[in-house]
């Protein structure tokens, strides 16, 4: 099926709105909450809210990529979640599977490449085979960059990366005195990609939950007040109209950042006369 195809006219006005109102997120990380309140709500079992979400996840997906959002992070199942009750667990490994085999070729024709952190050795054998096999896949594509956090938490990962870096320490590879964020990133799950400037969690919940603690630092935060089986292409451009209102200051005052964007603009102009001055030249 093609995502192209499949658009509305008003869908496609709406992005190209979106698309004008300022610079996109170059990177969106979301906390897909609520599925098991969202099945409750509806006397249904748990399950249903996670099959219900994976439609929210196709339409994310797709939207973002229509959008030209380069890299999306899906927060699908933290480390804790492992202790919840089995028969969750298994049926939620098994939607996994089945969404990843299901998906693998819509996803290649929209030209998405995959991605995965956390410890994915602790995933059951089928589905880490699976997920390895579609990453392989889709390597080639180079739209929107899917990233899916499985058997992830933020302190695993933090914790994993000192580990390592003790050892090149130990190797005599890297001088304690020698460590910097620069230095300290490569060692990360998340090394790829940038770091979110918008992060999304459904359900109304104001928590990281372990969530891309490191690379948080200075994301943008949004909570919907929807469940994410309800949080589909409509929820998330509020969102980003949300985030382009914010002013993102990094520590600095608004002056700064209008000084830069002045210095900016002039430097572009400039650019332009001599670039159309150049064309006359030659
Ligand atoms: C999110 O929905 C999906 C996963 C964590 C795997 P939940 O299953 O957490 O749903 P609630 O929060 O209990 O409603
Ligand atoms: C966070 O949701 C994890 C995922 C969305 C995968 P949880 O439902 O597990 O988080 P808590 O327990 O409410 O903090
Ligand atoms: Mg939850």
Redesign the pocket.
Same mark, same amino acid.
């Given at each position: 099926m093609d995502w192209l195809k499949t658009q509305d006219s008003k869908d496609r006005e709406l992005q190209a709105e979106l698309q004008q109102e300022g610079k996109l997120p170059q990177h969106i990380a979301i906390i897909?909450? =609520? &599925? #098991? $309140?969202?099945a409750k709500e509806r006397r249904m079992p $748990?399950i249903e =809210?996670?099959r219900s #979400?994976v439609r929210s996840v196709k339409d994310i997906v797709e939207a973002c990529g229509q959008l030209g959002i380069s890299y999306l992070t899906l927060y699908? %199942? +933290?480390t804790e &979640?492992w202790k919840r009750p089995k028969s969750e667990v298994v049926l939620?490994m098994g939607l996994l599977l089945h969404y990843l085999k299901s998906e693998l070729k819509e996803l290649d024709e929209n030209n998405v490449r995959l991605n995965a952190i956390g410890q994915l050795n602790a995933l059951p054998k089928n589905v880490a085979r699976q997920l390895h096999e579609s990453i392989d896949n889709l390597s080639d594509n180079t739209g929107l960059t899917l990233t899916l956090a499985l058997s992830y938490s933020g302190r695993w990962d933090i914790l994993r990366a000192v580990q390592t870096l003790a050892l090149d320490v130990r190797g005599g590879t890297l001088s304690p005195e020698d460590i910097t964020e620069e230095k300290f990133r490569p060692y990360l799950n998340t090394n790829d990609i940038p770091d979110p400037d918008l992060m999304i969690r459904t +359900?109304g919940e104001m928590r990281l939950s372990n969530f891309l603690l490191w690379e948080m630092a200075y994301a943008e935060i949004y909570v919907a007040p929807v %469940?994410?089986p309800q949080f589909r292409r409509d929820q998330l451009y509020e969102a980003i109209r949300n985030y382009l209102r914010r002013e993102r200051r990094f520590g600095k005052i608004s002056e700064q950042l209008l000084d830069a964007k002045e210095a900016n603009d002039k430097g572009s102009y400039v650019r332009k006369v001599l670039d159309i001055f150049s064309a006359k030249k030659s």
């Open positions: 897909m909450d =609520g &599925n #098991g $309140r969202w $748990r =809210g996670h #979400g699908a %199942f +933290s &979640n939620l +359900s %469940f994410w």
